[in-house]
């Protein structure tokens, strides 16, 4: 569900690992949190999650077939589809396995230096996922089986990708950088106090090496560590034709293999933005071809610098081989759109250039901006404001009423009327209006994009159905959440769900409905004529029943509502059962089935001595720690799902 102009709620965290964080025990019973992982994108494979019950210091991996899977101790993270990492700080371990439980490394206790996988080259070949890992023998990359791809390094620092796609920096805090191929062989090692100002290149495996200092020599060296030529440059831009664009302070040159000056040397160009006070370290990314340049002629050169004659300036396109194209009568250029540039023409206006430096047409706007998902379409912005969809050669795409704004959703976009303050126009995914009508406004769209909750302030709120081009149902007072099956309503103090065709499948009596992905519904409410306790339903789109459970109440984690469907399980806790010798606290995990695939007791007996914690799988031998302790025949039976709502 998207709600109008409301922030994004930020990640969780499912394992609570971050960047350099220990892993520490749970120092305190605490209700279980269930963190599924990220589903394969195989169908029919069984989806792994860490269950973390009360009563257990750690986590344990287990599927949605009831069965657990991880066996030895230890907090586990998922670092991979099909990959798990468990360390356990206090015995300095670590356990690297698969979604099966096969163990692909035992080894020392290491901390992953971030959540998200190492960033790869995009043009690496091998997409495999790689890890930065701190043990006490320095900082590694490591497979997501714990297997070595470069070794420990010792010290601290940090890996990066290079512009060449196997190539892989380690810039160390203590001394030079060292580069490594996709064997994890040293290729380059570079001196303390040396920088790499360029390369290595995707087709050579050559590097621009200087000292801080931009008044001095740069040498390129190859990976035998040959100097092959020095000059006073400070990057370096390799040219399809085997020659170099170089820079020497604002401005490129161009040299041939051996660095030397050739073609034209009266011609210098700038290409984007260079600093001439300082050398910046290289650049994983070397741009695209073609590319706006501006061409000078030198004027003077000595000592003190290149000089060129502003009035003599051209602007246009230079190419992968070094040629320039001039653009006739463009002063400036910035690229639009792939491929697409707006030129600048004084007096004649702004136009679109291709990347043959073909003039398309005029830049009928004040500015385009990116449409996320879509890099075919751009927001042109007029100077009154006014924004209307084009694409990238600069054609209007649909013709709307004069709109103030156009806010861009994954499945479509909100316009806003010239003069109005709220948006009543709806663009689908394939451009098609909706205008609502005059003093209403769209509050949400579903995930989809199917219905949209239209609001007015003299009748509350109706859904509206996109493919149908009509409301459908009748007025809401309030809407709880917008599903695309759907929309939870709230009326009287108590809430229903209408599905999407404004059929009322559960009447306004609950106290609490929760979607479950796309196909279910959680309620709870209070037992009828005033009898004490709850009870918490699971029930199909359609308002079917498909279990209930009397006094245990459902986790709605944001942990599961990132995930796709929001995972295949759903963690009920309670009740809670008091006996003489303590608290009884159970726990289960069920399946959209309403099939208790895990069932977990904490009893707790007033000391972390004497209390202890069961987790019983559907398959396999039941899980315990501390001291004894098992599910009473009266418990389970308390536990177990009616029928009935």
């Not at 050579?204 to 092959?228: F, H, I, M, S, W």
């Not at 009870?535 to 009397?550: E, F, K, N, P």
């Not at 089935?593 to 559907?618: A, K, M, Y």
Request: proline letters at 6%.
């Amino acid at each position: 569900m998207t709600k109008h102009d409301t922030d994004a709620a930020e990640p969780f965290d499912a394992t609570g690992i971050g960047p350099f964080r220990r892993i520490q025990s749970i120092a305190q019973p605490a209700f279980l949190a269930l963190a599924l992982g990220i589903a394969p994108a195989w169908a029919g494979a069984p989806q792994t999650f860490v269950l973390q019950a009360s009563g257990f210091e750690s986590g344990l991996v287990a599927n949605d077939q009831g069965r657990l899977i991880q066996e030895w101790p230890g907090r586990p993270q998922q670092i991979a589809p099909d990959r798990w990492l468990a360390v356990d700080f206090e015995r300095s371990s670590s356990v690297w396995f698969d979604d099966a439980g096969r163990v692909s490394l035992k080894g020392p206790y290491v901390e992953l230096r971030s959540d998200a996988a190492f960033e790869r080259h995009p043009n690496d070949p091998d997409p495999t996922p790689l890890f930065s890992t701190w043990s006490r023998a320095g900082t590694a990359l490591l497979r997501a089986d714990g297997s070595t791809f470069v070794d420990w390094q010792p010290g601290s620092g940090e890996w990066a990708i290079t512009a060449h796609p196997q190539r892989y920096s380690w810039r160390s805090r203590e001394a030079g950088e060292r580069i490594f191929d996709a064997r994890g062989q040293l290729r380059m090692q570079l001196a303390k106090g040396e920088l790499r100002a360029a390369g290595p290149f995707p087709e050579r495996t050559q590097y621009l090496v200087c000292d801080l200092n931009p008044g001095t020599p740069c040498a390129l060296r190859d990976e035998a560590g040959k100097t092959l030529w020095s000059e006073r440059i400070d990057n370096l831009i390799p040219l399809s034709n085997g020659g170099w664009l170089g820079l020497q302070g604002r401005a490129w040159r161009r040299l041939d293999a051996g660095g030397q000056l050739t073609g034209d040397r009266t011609l210098i160009y700038v290409v984007g933005y260079s600093s001439a006070r300082s050398r910046s370290p290289a650049s994983e990314d070397l741009g695209s071809w073609p590319r706006w340049a501006t061409e000078y002629h030198v004027i003077r050169e000595d000592a003190e610098g290149i000089f060129a004659d502003e009035a003599d300036a051209v602007d246009g396109l230079m190419y992968p081989d070094g040629r320039f194209l001039a653009i006739a009568g463009a002063t400036s250029g910035e690229e639009v759109c792939p491929g697409i540039w707006r030129a600048r023409m004084g007096d004649a206006g702004d136009k679109l250039v291709d990347a043959n430096g073909q003039i398309l047409g005029p830049f009928n706007a004040y500015a385009w901006k990116e449409v996320e998902g879509r890099p075919e379409l751009r927001q042109a912005i007029a100077e009154d404001g006014q924004a209307t969809l084009v694409d990238c050669r600069g054609k209007l795409l649909v013709q709307t009423p004069p709109l103030r704004q156009l806010s861009a959703e994954a499945t479509g976009f909100f316009g806003t009327l010239d003069g109005e303050s709220r948006p009543r126009l709806w663009l689908d995914a394939a451009l098609g209006q909706h205008l609502l009508p005059n003093g209403t406004w769209i509050d949400q769209v579903s995930a989809d994009g199917a219905l949209l909750l239209v609001r007015s302030d003299a009748e509350g709120s109706r859904m509206y159905h996109v493919k149908q081009g009509r409301f459908v149902g009748g007025t809401i007072e309030s809407a709880h959440a917008l599903l695309p099956g759907g929309v939870v309503f709230l009326r009287d103090g108590y809430y229903g769900f209408m599905d999407a065709d404004g059929v009322e499948r559960l009447p306004a009596r609950y106290t609490a409905i929760t979607p479950w992905g796309e196909d279910r519904l959680w309620t709870s409410r209070y037992l009828d004529n005033e009898a004490p306790g709850r009870i918490t339903t699971l029930h199909r789109m359609d308002g079917s029943v498909v279990a209930s459970w009397l006094n245990a109440s459902m986790n709605d984690s944001p942990i599961l509502r990132s995930l796709p469907n929001q995972g295949s399980l759903t963690e009920l806790i309670g009740p809670t059962f008091e006996r003489a010798d303590g608290e009884y606290l159970g726990q289960q995990w069920v399946d959209r089935n309403g099939r208790t695939l895990f069932l977990s007791l904490h009893c707790q007996r007033g000391s972390r001595e004497i209390d202890g914690g069961v987790i019983e799988p559907l398959t396999g031998s039941a899980r315990r720690q501390g001291t004894d302790c098992t599910i009473p025949d009266d418990i389970r039976a308390a536990m177990r799902p009616t029928a009935n709502d």
